[in-house]
């Protein structure tokens, strides 16, 4: 199956904007449903953001991150985003992107107060 490996976490400060991203050893994304969530240690997996491929682009988001967040894809280079702007302390956790029932390995995303 499709291997995926999520890059671009790291430390911000409250406010601050970082850009995920997915790389996936095949061309998953262009036919299949892919998703971004994220953990704290000790708290249930949570999904940020949904998106399905096509010329229609569906997106879906979670309530804490609409309006901050932005989930794209470019298919030419097999690669998922997850731009977060005007982060909190909150966001922090470990994010994964995932399709086809595959898992990256998790970037860790901490924001300062």
Not at 40 to 47: A, I, L, T, W
Not at 61 to 83: C, P
């Amino acid at each position: 199956q499709v291997y995926l490996m999520e890059s671009g976490g790291g430390l911000v400060q409250s406010g601050g904007s970082l850009r995920l991203s997915c790389t996936a050893s095949s061309n998953a994304f262009s036919f299949n449903y892919a998703s971004w969530h994220r953990q704290v240690f000790g708290k249930q997996r949570e999904v940020v953001a949904q998106t399905w491929p096509g010329e229609d682009g569906y997106t879906n988001y979670a309530d804490s991150v609409k309006g901050r967040f932005a989930i794209s894809t470019d298919y030419a280079k097999n690669t998922m985003y997850l731009q977060m702007n005007n982060l909190k302390p909150e966001d922090t956790a470990v994010y994964y992107c995932s399709t086809m029932d595959r898992w990256g390995q998790g970037t860790q995303v901490t924001v300062s107060p």
